[in-house]
């Protein structure tokens, strides 16, 4: 294949069009106005794209995938598994499941200013899961695990809501957590958190 | 030109558009007195979650792409002073399109597709819900054709001339169409049509949200063209001024329709099946494509300023108080544009990467679309049908100033209904609910706004009511054989005799699309079919 003749054919263009491009006539106000927009925007994209690459500010974006039909047969997501566990290193890790219409484990407690990385997967159709006044907001897709990292600053109740139309009892799907001080929170016991069956 | 055909054609569409308008609106309003819990009565997930879907349906797939398809051929035929290409095709396209809404409604009223408007798997609808809108989508695409088909003819008719502005926005419309309605199209051909019938047995909803994604954020442009198009071809003239920039507007219809294409990722931002570097890309995109959108506000200001200057208006501020601002185009285009401020700092909200888990799936997203969507752009299709259904029906306007009422209730109303629901999603209320049912303090809070927006949305029912009967009154008003008014567009201070290629065509911008879509698009599409992934069977709901 011929590179070079494409290439130039491809510069000519490109040359055409600029200078076709100055020659339009544009109003010497309104080429201010273009310009103070390209630097709004620039300035918009330059905060997002340094905090997304050296900030690491994303949202959960990890592509990894589930069975969704056959979560019990998994090891990671079983039952016994579910809820808050430490590792070895102190790692907070959270595990959920969303099916309609609950959160499971119905209520967890989990430690204020703490990193968390939650693990959310669903057991049947599109969920979201939201915690008002919080960032912690993911959609759980089924096939995909959900992954997010967040922390609480405050102690409290809070709410956490289904947040992507799951069927008819949607506004039915939600749950509360405990958010409690850093000092007053005690790891729990390896496979002691099962699934309640009330909603507090 | 004898346009009595044309006329005719347009009319229908327009009216199907209404119609479907004017149905939801009633909808809307049942929507906020059920979920408000004031009357416990009303209170049903399944009436609920029915009306929802059907109100978001009429309301984004029928009221725009008739009225879209209805205009377009009347912009067609007017400004190329030529009658609309294959008049039998386009009357079989209407026909279609119309079937295909009334197989999609009929399990949409049944409440067997309470789906939503955005249908995502594994939740199953009924199958004559995907074929009902397929068939309407299909009638959109030969409108397409059409339109693309008299530019051409056109162009070849007056080789070197420059093609009139508003048809130059229309088949930039047409284009960004086809490309925009191809991501939905293969969601619904592969995935979802053949699961509602049993031909399949799984799907990957990961797929399924990519391609949706595809369609999502160009489909809002889709909507806003001909809003864009009142702008620049009939506000100016309205006004009693000049068009600003007949080129600058060429390039503000090309960027907007070119960019609006690899961005759709932004509505995937909380998801996990996309991995986050394609997620910053369409997140950069998006921010460019604000910049037509800035341009538009220019010129169109721009272009008010010398109307009112020329109108007598003096000092920095003196020209806005000697706009018409009896004249409906004129009021209309005002009050549009303060909502796209307002909604536009919402978007930025909205499309900022980080910011955005704030108000995800909020009710913060309705009210920033109802306001954007129902607010600037449906507000221009009033004005559209106030300038152009006296000579559509060759009668005077029934009554100016039951227009100019209608405008400004519809103004105020959306702001009484959207301000509250705008909140409601700081304060963390979910959209799409039907009753709130979490015992939690917080909820507590969402009372008051849930009760202001009933009245909001009382007051856009009226307004709503108002322009359906004005418009059934001027058609049906004995004929006046002395009328006759010509359709005016407006003509730019500096004309333009000759045009480069490129600002005069759609074909080079096509392929432009075509290979941003391939990069976008290509490999996040790609991975699913090279990923160990697990599909869903389909549920009910
Ligand atoms: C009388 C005026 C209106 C009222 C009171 C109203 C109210 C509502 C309500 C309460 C919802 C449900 C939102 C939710 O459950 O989260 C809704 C959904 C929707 N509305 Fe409206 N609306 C009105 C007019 C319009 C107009 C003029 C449009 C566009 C042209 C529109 C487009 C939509 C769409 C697309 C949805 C679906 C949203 C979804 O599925 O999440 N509405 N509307
Ligand atoms: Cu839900
Ligand atoms: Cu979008």
């Not at chain 1, 907001?137 to 695990?145: A, F, K, L, N, W």
């Not at chain 2, 029915?50 to 209805?70: D, E, N, P, Q, R």
Request: hydrophobic share 50%.
């Amino acid at each position: 294949m011929q590179i070079e003749p494409l290439k130039q054919k491809y510069a000519q263009l490109l040359r055409d069009f600029y200078a076709q491009l100055r020659a339009i006539h544009i109003d010497q106000l309104e080429r201010k106005w273009i310009t103070i927009s390209l630097i709004v925007i620039g300035l918009f994209v330059g905060i997002i794209t340094i905090d997304a690459l050296f900030h690491g500010v994303n949202p959960p974006s990890k592509v990894e995938t589930v069975d969704s039909a056959s979560l019990h047969l998994n090891k990671e997501f079983a039952e016994d598994n579910l809820g808050v566990q430490v590792d070895d290193k102190g790692n907070v890790t959270v595990r959920m499941v969303a099916g309609r219409y609950s959160f499971f484990p119905k209520h967890i407690t989990v430690p204020a200013e703490t990193t968390l990385t939650f693990r959310w997967v669903s057991m049947d159709v599109l969920h979201g899961v939201h915690i008002p006044m919080t960032n912690m907001s993911t959609m759980i897709v089924p096939g995909y695990v959900a992954e997010i990292t967040t922390t609480f600053p405050k102690p409290g109740e809070y709410p956490m809501l289904c947040n992507e139309y799951c069927g008819l009892g949607h506004n039915h799907m939600w749950s509360n957590i405990s958010v409690i001080a850093k000092e007053n929170w005690t790891a729990p016991a390896k496979s002691s958190v099962k699934g309640g069956s009330n909603n507090e | 030109m004898n346009d009595a055909a044309e006329r005719k054609l347009a009319l229908s569409h327009l009216w199907v558009a209404f119609i479907a308008f004017i149905l939801a609106c009633f909808m809307g309003e049942y929507q906020v007195l059920e979920r408000s819990g004031l009357i416990s009565a009303l209170d049903s997930p399944s009436v609920y979650f029915a009306s929802v879907s059907t109100h978001g349906v009429l309301m984004a797939f029928v009221l725009t792409t008739f009225f879209i398809m209805g205009f377009g051929y009347y912009i067609a035929a007017t400004s190329l002073k030529q009658p609309v290409w294959n008049k039998p095709l386009a009357w079989g396209a209407f026909w279609l399109a119309l079937f295909g809404v009334v197989l999609a409604a009929i399990p949409l009223l049944t409440g067997k597709a309470s789906v939503l408007y955005t249908f995502y798997p594994p939740i199953v609808a009924h199958a004559a819900f995907y074929i009902g809108a397929t068939l309407l989508v299909v009638g959109s695409w030969v409108w397409c054709v059409i339109m693309l088909v008299m530019f051409v003819q056109w162009k070849k008719a007056k080789p070197g001339q420059p093609v009139p502005l508003a048809m130059f926005a229309t088949a930039m419309n047409a284009l960004l169409w086809l490309w925009t309605s191809a991501g939905v199209a293969l969601e619904v051909l592969f995935q979802l049509i053949p699961l509602s019938l049993g031909w399949i047995d799984t799907v990957d909803p990961g797929l399924a949200r990519t391609l949706f994604a595809w369609t999502l954020h160009p489909i809002v442009y889709f909507w806003l063209i001909p809003a864009y198009t009142a702008f620049y071809v009939f506000v100016p003239k309205q006004a009693g001024g000049f068009l600003f920039s007949d080129e600058m507007a060429r390039l503000a219809f090309i960027v907007l329709a070119v960019f609006a294409l690899p961005i759709g990722f932004h509505h995937l931002y909380m998801d996990p099946e996309q991995a986050k570097g394609w997620k910053l890309l369409h997140g950069i995109g998006t921010f460019v494509v604000a910049l037509p959108t800035l341009v538009t506000g220019f010129t169109v200001i721009a272009s008010l300023e010398i109307a009112g200057r020329l109108r007598g208006g003096k000092g920095l501020f003196g020209w806005i108080g000697s706009l018409p601002w009896t004249n409906t185009m004129v009021l209309a285009v005002i009050l549009s544009l303060l909502m796209l401020i307002f909604g536009g700092f919402g978007g930025i909200v909205n499309a900022s990467y980080a910011m955005n888990a704030m108000i995800h799936n909020t009710a913060w997203v309705p009210g920033h679309f109802h306001l954007i969507f129902a607010g600037t752009t449906v507000i221009m299709y009033f004005a559209i049908a106030y300038y152009l259904w006296p000579m559509l029906v060759k009668k005077p306007l029934f009554s100016e100033s039951m227009a100019l009422v209608q405008l400004w209730t519809w103004f105020i109303g959306m702001s009484i209904l959207t301000t509250p629901w705008h909140v409601l999603g700081l304060l963390g209320q979910p959209r799409r609910i039907s009753s709130v049912v979490y015992n939690n303090l917080l909820t507590l809070s969402w009372k008051p706004y849930e009760l202001m927006m009933i009245l909001g949305g009382l007051i856009l029912l009226g307004s709503a009511c108002l322009f359906i009967y004005n418009l059934a009154k001027t058609q049906l008003s004995p004929a006046s054989e002395a009328f006759d008014r010509q359709i005016e567009f407006a003509e730019p201070i500096h004309a333009v005799e000759s045009l480069p290629e490129w600002l005069n065509d759609f074909k080079p911008w096509n392929k432009v699309i075509a290979v941003l879509m391939a990069i976008s698009f290509g490999y996040p599409i790609l991975q699913f079919f090279f990923m160990n992934t697990s599909g869903s069977s389909a549920w009910g709901f």
